[in-house]
């Protein structure tokens, strides 16, 4: 896995050197991409673990590897800014004319890496097209998610699958691709579900964690929040006027313990555990089924631990 | 469906036990889904306080 790393750092460095003239893009650029480095680099792991696993030969993988990450790091960029949260995070310290500057750099020099691999033309074409027509879903669940516009449980996984579990999808779908030249529907089919899982595992975590961004006080509609307010009494309705902001913040801030009993007492956890480790269960059974050797599921499967 | 029967679920925790124990029959929901929730409920058998428990994947 060193080499890994080692081979996704020179792609990137060497691709921003080229394009990123002003200095001061440059560097910033390099920044964040490595701080982006010192993640699990899931993706790109992703990419080329797929790649390998449909029989793919040869280093000129890591370069849309890299191209991946790029467009997952640009997402990212643009995601905090919208939300205005991760304070800690390099791009957020950076003033946001610059931050977005960077970011759209970025997602498009991802495609421009995509397009000059060293792969088959007619691969490539497939490939770009894939990744282009995610970054356009993604733009579209991420306007649903803005606008918080999301009021049953089917609106919340076809936002999942547009945006975060849809970049899972194209990371492990252009792997397979590059190596096959064949768009692989069972492949996406568990990609996906592994990505809703990792999401409603997110938003989990996002609902109970009252220091930093709960999604509670921010009124999110999630799995968690969702269920919560189907599940409420009429004693407990002044939740649901919370989030359809009939009351305001300072009416309820000081009923955090409350609220929390409520989220335990209503099952919350409970049922979106279930619908998370569901998705989870339906990821493992699709990946057993696949046609190929017992060592490359057995990698595919320790990516989501 | 599911959705209905982790109510019911919360409103009697004295049930946990017999569907663990396999002697509560479910119906409505899918295999994996009884799968999942046998697999939840179990995790939290050694926790304190299992409404509050998380469960990770």
Redo the contacts between chains.
Sequence with gaps: MESFMQNIKQELKDTLRAYFIVPHLYEQGMACVEEKLRESMLFSRMTVLHYRAFWGTGNEIYRPAAAIELMILSLDIIDDLQDKDNKAMLWNQLSPEIALNIALGLLTLSQQMLMTSDFAPDRLVAAVRLMNEQVLSAINGQTTDLLNDISSEEDYIQMVKQKSAGLLVTACLIGTLLATGEYNSEVREYAEQLGIAAQIKNDIHDLVDWENKSDFWNRKKTLPTLYLIHSLTEEQKWISDYFEERLSLEEVVHRREEIQRIIEQSGTILYTSVRMRTHYYNYLDLVESMVISANWKKQILAMAD | M??EL??S??ADPSSWTLLKNGQLQLAGI?E??H???I???GSSEDKN?P???????
């Design positions: 599911l959705k982790i109510q679920l919360m899918s994996v889904e799968r999942a929730l697999d939840v409920l306080q409404m509050r428990a998380t469960y990770w994947f």
